[in-house]
């Protein structure tokens, strides 16, 4: 009695296909490795033997990241399929069946509409455990690029970087209705860190009519941005959304031009699972209507 062939297939080791699932998420083998708690060597050999196993190169090893070949990505699709396979079989078998979606928003957006989606969106799955983080755009997509993130909304310049959707960010430039400073020698300005967005624009304009300025004050919060500039340490530069009534909205008038270099970009995986891009399209559709 002959036995069958597929008796005798390769079976591929989801531990090596967790390896290389990491490393094309974080962009790099030393990334990867702190994910996955191992060694840069370790996490390099299983990727050789998976390629030795898969018979082709799965990755392009770049200069400054590290990248899927066209075989990779194949094999990629598949072991994202087996790994949230196994581990859906994992949480069944202990009575924790689940989903984890990651979502990384800048702090101006978490309150109002957003949060009442993320709500209405867990109420309709229930399994799926939403874990949001907020914080700075720069911060946010870093840890995106790590593979911390599955999903995230992130401020950009305009064009910078690839993304499932994008909207043109509109700024404006606030002072203190109450105390402005508009008007002093030097002028402060009121800042997020450096490299933080809209730092360079306003220090850009600001030397570009001539004119002195100092940092009055610097804050990774939106919150402290806007409150500095209410009190009257300074003007500065926020999304058109997150002035207040404390603010007094600068025009052409004293000198300060529209800036249009920026925009809202939503960014995930092109193997993103299907609950991931349910969430996308949600945000996507909330931001369309709310910027027409």
């Known amino acids: 009695m002959s036995s069958s062939g597929k008796s005798n297939r390769l079976l591929f080791d989801l531990d090596l296909l967790r390896a290389l699932q990491a490393v094309a998420d974080c962009g790099s083998f030393t990334a990867a490795s702190a994910r996955l ?5 370790t996490v390099s050999q299983q990727v050789r033997r998976l390629e030795d196993m898969a018979g082709h190169a799965l990755l392009v ?3 400054r990241d590290v990248r899927p070949t066209d075989q990779g990505e194949k094999l990629l699709a598949y072991a994202r399929r087996m790994l949230a396979l196994n581990d859906e079989m994992l949480d069944a078998l202990a009575g924790t069946a689940s989903v984890t979606v990651r979502l990384g928003v800048p ?26 983080t907020t914080g700075l755009s720069r911060d946010l997509a870093q840890a995106y690029d790590h593979g911390e993130l599955d999903l995230v909304l992130v401020k950009q310049r305009r064009n910078s970087r690839e993304a499932v959707a994008r909207w043109p960010e509109t700024l404006v430039w606030i002072d203190s209705a109450r105390h402005p400073a508009i008007g002093l020698d030097p002028l402060p300005l009121v800042t997020f860190p450096p490299r933080g967005l809209y730092r360079d624009e306003m220090i850009k304009v600001v030397e570009g009519q001539g004119r002195d300025w100092r940092i009055s004050f610097t804050s990774s919060s939106l919150f402290g941005v806007q409150a500095a500039v209410a009190g009257g340490l300074g003007i500065s530069l926020i999304p058109a959304r997150a002035a207040t009534a404390e603010h007094r909205v600068l025009t052409k008038r004293q000198g300060l031009p529209t800036i249009d270099a920026m925009d809202i970009a939503l960014l995930h995986r092109p193997m993103a699972d299907p609950l991931t891009r349910e969430l996308a399209d949600e945000l996507s559709r909330m931001l369309a209507r709310h910027r027409r």
Not at 37 to 41: A, D, G, K, R, V
Not at 111 to 120: E, S
């Open 37 to 41: 708690h191992s060694t840069q060597s």
């Open 61 to 63: 090893r770049g200069k």
């Open 107 to 132: 702090e101006d957006f978490i309150a109002g509409r957003t949060t009442r989606l993320l709500a209405g969106f867990n109420r309709r799955h229930p399994q799926v455990k939403l874990e949001v």
